[in-house]
């Protein structure tokens, strides 16, 4: 009877430990079960690249396209009258300053009785060398007599030739009283008043050549290589508005310091600009490709915008893009992809980093 008790009792015992071990594995199973997560349904687009509209936006100063300094050719002489004043459009050739000019009408004057004088005494001499050729051919004349009628002559016809030399410069002298606009333009500065000593090449006043006017646009050196000759370009300012442009030359150098170069754009008109103005242009750099995701693929995570994209597993890995300018439905993106990537678009704010998805079929 003791033996039955105890192999009962040994049975009871084993069956207890089963029980134990199955509930284990129970509890085992409930732990494992939250780790398979179920896999979310996404939809995806494959990155390509598209033609979108590009500028490059500038800023910097207004100058003149061609500025002239214009000064006087002859100096020492009084300013008695001055026809321009700053903001005038002048002519090419038209009058700037009138510069006293009596002492050298006097000495013009002076200069031609030297020339008349000088002209005579010419004619004396080739009369005398006439007379004596003929006398020499009828013997009445030694060769010396023949050589100092030649040599008279011919000073005669230097000295007049010195005179009309001098008679010249007192002219150009005298036509240089009279400053005039050396090119057809707008009087930006002047320098000059009533009664001022005028000196020879003192800048008397500065002429925008043909008014027109240019915005040097500093551009940094990482997008300087898009901009070309030629491209439109629109010049604007808060006060005065915007006129239209075009990009006259990309000059060769960057600035070590600042990494920028210099794009001079020509305005088509002055538009109320001046020289020294602050303005900004904006340059149409006409279609470039570039990769575009739609505006619900990007997430951002620690303020960094990213997408998800979808290896050939199926499992989503976020990525950290640069954003660039906006499209219709659209966000340009100019860093973190590449052309060819899948990525999560929608259902995609609800995804975590190896996330394995299921992919809805396209519609």
């Known amino acids: 009877m003791r033996d039955i008790q105890a192999g009962s009792g040994r049975r ?39 033609a979108l509209p590009r500028s490059v936006t500038a800023s910097g100063d207004i100058v003149a396209w061609n500025e002239v300094v214009v000064g006087a050719e002859t100096g020492g002489l009084t300013a008695v009258a001055v026809y321009v004043d700053e903001g005038a459009w002048v002519r090419q050739g038209q009058p700037l300053i009138k510069m006293n000019d009596d002492l050298l009408r006097a000495q013009l004057r002076q200069q031609e009785a030297s020339v008349a004088s000088a002209r005579a005494t010419l004619a004396q001499a080739d009369a005398a060398l006439g007379r004596a050729r003929e006398l020499k051919d009828r013997g009445y004349l030694s060769q010396a007599g023949l050589d100092n009628a030649v040599a008279g002559q011919a000073t005669a016809a230097a000295q007049l030739a010195a005179a009309q030399a001098g008679l010249a410069e007192i002219t150009t002298r005298l036509g240089q009283t009279t400053v005039r606009a050396p090119v057809a333009g707008l009087i930006s500065s002047r320098k000059v008043v009533k009664g001022q000593i005028v000196g020879a090449g003192a800048e008397l006043f500065r002429l925008v050549r043909d008014g027109r006017l240019e915005l040097n646009a500093e551009v940094p050196e990482t997008q300087l290589s898009l901009v070309r000759a030629g491209m439109p370009a ?59 995701v739609p505006q619900s693929a990007v997430i951002y995570r620690d303020n960094k915008p990213g997408v998800f994209v979808i290896d050939a597993e199926s499992r989503a890995h976020f990525r950290i893009i640069v954003v660039g300018a906006r499209t219709k439905g659209g966000m340009e993106v100019t860093e973190g992809l590449s052309a060819g990537q899948r990525i999560a678009v929608q259902g995609a704010g609800f995804l975590a980093e190896g996330d394995r998805v299921r992919i809805a079929p396209a519609r």
């Open 234 to 292: 629109v010049v604007a300012s808060d006060q005065l508005g915007q006129v239209t442009g075009r990009v006259r030359i990309v000059t060769p150098q960057v600035n070590a310091q600042s990494r920028v170069g210099l794009v001079r754009i020509s305005l088509s008109a002055a538009g109320g600009f001046r020289p020294g103005m602050f303005a900004r242009g904006t340059i149409n750099l006409g279609e470039q490709p570039a990769l575009t």
């Open 12 to 50: 009871t015992a084993m069956l207890a430990l089963v029980v134990l071990m199955l509930a284990a594995c129970g509890k085992k199973e409930a732990v494992d079960a939250p780790a398979q997560k179920a896999s979310q349904t996404v939809s995806v687009q494959t990155v390509t690249a598209t």
